[in-house]
């Protein structure tokens, strides 16, 4: 497809084990974002990579979370030892440079933490 | 540090005009933008404004900028039931940085 691809669309875990979420930019867009939706928080911007940069790690909750892409193409978020409190939706999105701050987001992954 | 505000929820009736606020905290944005979120769908931009307009029009949304409040506002004409939706106002300073947003407001379309 065109779009951005993240899998799995939901994933249920127990607490304590880790869980690893992919997602595929658009082709050619040298931009991709990690961002967390939970309910009632909004948006909450997680680790940005742009290019062959060092990615802005600024917005990651603690050292459980980590984030890679390989060939300045996938990425996979990983987060260690869940918690009940990381139970959200995960949004992808990646970007050109193009019309200034137009990213194209995947539909997410639900990530459900018993 | 940055923070985006935004109403919650708004409900009207089909027909009627819609009235979303945000206001942010940030004076550097350069870029100003409006997110629509539907059902079960990631976001999608649905329009922005460069900081230095006070007003940008695009069919039936109207976007008004008010620098000195830093107050944002998306007017939505004719609202229809196909407007239901999430709408996020977010900033960002230039280019590719990551964008803040705030947390969304739930727009109900009322027949």
């Known amino acids: 497809g065109a779009g951005v691809s993240q899998s799995p669309s939901n994933k249920v875990t127990e607490k304590g084990k880790d869980v690893e979420l992919r997602c595929d930019p658009i082709s050619g867009h040298t931009a991709l974002y990690w961002y967390r939706q939970s309910l009632g928080q909004g948006l909450e911007f997680l680790i940005y990579?742009?290019?062959?940069?060092?990615?802005?790690k600024s917005g990651l909750p603690s050292d459980r979370f980590s984030a890679e892409r390989t060939g300045g193409s996938v990425s996979t978020l990983t987060i260690q030892r869940t918690q009940q409190e990381d139970s959200a939706v995960y949004l992808c999105a990646s970007s050109f440079s193009g019309t200034p701050g137009e990213l194209f987001f995947g539909e997410g992954s639900r990530l459900t933490v018993l | 540090g940055e923070d985006v505000e935004q109403s919650l929820f708004l409900s009207v009736r089909e027909g009627d005009s819609s009235v979303i606020n945000c206001t942010y905290t940030?004076?550097?944005?350069?870029?100003l933008y409006w997110y629509k979120q539907e059902p079960g769908a990631g976001l999608q931009l649905l329009t922005y404004?460069?900081?230095?307009?006070d007003m940008k029009q695009d069919q039936r949304l109207t976007v008004l900028l008010n620098k000195k409040d830093k107050h944002l506002s998306l007017r939505i004409a004719d609202t229809q039931t196909g407007d239901s939706a999430i709408y996020f106002c977010?900033?960002?300073?230039?280019?590719?940085?990551?964008?803040?947003f705030g947390k969304g407001t739930r727009l109900s379309v009322i027949a």
């Open positions: 990579f742009q290019g062959n940069s060092a990615p802005d």
């Open positions: 404004i460069f900081s230095n307009m």
């Open positions: 940030d004076s550097s944005s350069t870029y």
């Open positions: 977010a900033e960002g300073v230039s280019g590719n940085t990551p964008l803040v």
